[in-house]
């Protein structure tokens, strides 16, 4: 991607809420899995543009929430507790959802052609199944790295 192209990319992606924005060479997706790497998805594809947004740490406090509550069951704790949880996930999926669609309206008028992806994998059996990973791409593009937990880690957050 041209430099004042990705600096435009990213002035949008910052814009919008993203607290991290990085840019890979789809050349260094050389070993990604059959079916998974960017060109699979996008035959032409040059960059990939990869952002993220915090996790609020409160929110992974969530299993504390109601232990002490005399009107929530304690066999229906767990569901009240994963509200908050699944509240904010959603909720941070679809801003990341929208910023991605606003980034490849963009690539799309300067006559590029762009694919946004969801910002979660397809539940399936046992697993979460995606044609992609976004972690990775963000491991690539420089933002962090993979931890024990499967998540991206980075230094910032």
């Not at 990319?9 to 990085?22: F, M, P, Q, S, T």
């Not at 960059?47 to 406090?61: C, G, I, K, P």
């Not at 069951?73 to 669609?101: C, H, S």
């Not at 972690?135 to 962090?144: D, I, K, T």
Request: proline share 4%.
């Amino acid at each position: 991607m041209a430099n004042d192209m990705a600096r435009d990319v990213k002035r949008l992606v910052r814009d919008e809420g993203a607290h991290l924005v990085g840019v890979a060479s789809v050349d260094r997706f050389e070993g990604a899995p059959k079916g998974h790497h960017p060109r699979d998805l996008l035959r032409n594809a040059q960059s990939v543009v990869v952002f993220a947004h915090r996790f609020f740490r409160s929110t992974l406090e969530c299993d504390r929430f109601g232990t002490e509550s005399e009107l929530i069951p304690e066999d229906e704790l767990w569901d009240v507790q994963q509200t908050v949880f699944k509240f904010m996930y959603d909720t941070l999926n679809m801003r990341l959802q929208m910023i991605g669609a606003q980034v490849a309206d963009l690539l799309s008028s300067q006559g590029h052609k762009s694919l946004p992806l969801p910002a979660g994998g397809l539940k399936v059996g046992a697993g979460r199944y995606a044609f992609f990973s976004p972690r990775h791409a963000a491991v690539l593009a420089g933002l962090g790295e993979i931890g024990l937990n499967n998540l991206l880690i980075t230094p910032q957050y």
